[in-house]
């Protein structure tokens, strides 16, 4: 990083002049993401040649970092899940769907990173759900992530924090199912099915939801 020869704070953005070099910089504090890493994007204030002119290009920057960003959004989109599931008089989610959802979550987030909402497209959708079938997810399985992604896109519309939902359109491809074999079963055989997976998600722990 440069020198800090003359530095000024303004607001929440900090800027500095590099005495060797004689640019400006720029730098801002944006709080942390999920996973606990701080925000802090910089810029090279590139034509300024004055105090007066880094502030007013640092202050122009600024503003476009002013954006509800991913990880954020779904933080308070899990929030609001839970408040309403608790404030309902009867039904509202299951005890584990929010625990079901934070999965999601970290699903979306390790695929498509931290960005501003407004930044995710249909393209990166499409994209997100053909790096979870090379990871060996399931088509159901992706289908629920971005079932959840796009619940909280609605939400995020009817907050006014994006214009419009990125997954309306996106399709989930399924297994051919024409390739599947129908094996009827007594009540005793369907019995003992139902007793070997449970027993086997059992032993998976939380994952056993995933693959229910």
């Given amino acids: 990083p440069p020198s800090r020869g003359g530095s000024s704070a303004m607001a929440e953005v900090k800027v500095w002049r590099d005495n060797k070099t004689g640019n400006w ?6 709080g942390t993401t999920v996973d606990g890493r701080q925000r802090r994007p910089s810029k090279v204030l590139v034509g300024a040649e004055t105090y007066a002119e880094a502030k007013a290009m640092a202050d122009e920057w600024s503003k476009t970092l002013d ?3 991913l990880s954020q959004g ?11 599931g608790s404030s309902r008089a009867s039904g509202g989610p ?18 498509l990173g931290d960005k501003p909402l407004a930044k995710v497209s249909a393209i990166d959708v499409e994209r997100m759900n ?29 907050m006014k924090m994006a214009e419009d939902n990125p997954v309306r359109g996106v399709r989930v491809s399924h297994p051919d199912t024409g390739k ?5 079963l007594n009540d005793a055989e369907r019995d003992r099915v139902y007793a070997a997976a449970d027993s086997a998600l059992a ?3 939380d994952e056993g939801f995933d693959l229910r």
């Avoid at 990871?135 to 939400?155: T, W």
Wanted: net charge positive.
């Fill in 25 to 30: 910089y720029a730098r801002r504090y944006l």
């Fill in 67 to 69: 954006a509800n960003w």
């Fill in 74 to 84: 779904l933080e308070v989109y899990l929030e609001h899940v839970e408040h309403f």
């Fill in 94 to 111: 299951k005890p584990n769907t929010t625990d079901a959802y934070r999965r999601d979550m970290a699903k979306v987030l390790a695929v």
């Fill in 130 to 158: 053909a790096r979870l079938r090379d990871q060996g997810l399931a088509s159901d399985h992706v289908k629920r992530v971005d079932h959840f992604l796009s619940g909280a896109y609605q939400f995020f519309v009817q």
């Fill in 180 to 184: 599947l074999k129908r094996i009827p």
């Fill in 203 to 205: 032993r998976l722990g």
